[in-house]
């Protein structure tokens, strides 16, 4: 990964060496690590009650809700930090918000 400097970053990098605030070249960058792993809530997707309406897709701050030929999918748990927006949402109630590791 660059900064917009074209700066490499690595684990070896120093914060001096890195431009203001840390920017880097790309949007979307957060793709490339796992950040879901502290969350305390998780939701669950109940299929047969969703009606692909995706008005949880939009809300979901961390794009953990992916959408494959106009169906969304699964959680993607790597990235999902539990935040709850998307069962605040769901009209159909097909997402249940349950406690981590149950």
Known sequence: MKTKDGVEINEEIKW???CPGGTVAYPGSADLFKTG??????????????????LCVPVCPDSSIPVKD????DFD???CKGCGVCVKVCPFNAIDFIKEGK
């Open 16 to 18: 001096k060496d890195i």
């Open 37 to 54: 792993d502290w969350r305390s809530m998780k939701p669950v997707f109940k299929a047969g009650e969703c009606k692909q309406c995706l």
């Open 70 to 73: 106009k169906k969304r999918l």
């Open 77 to 79: 748990f790597d990235h």
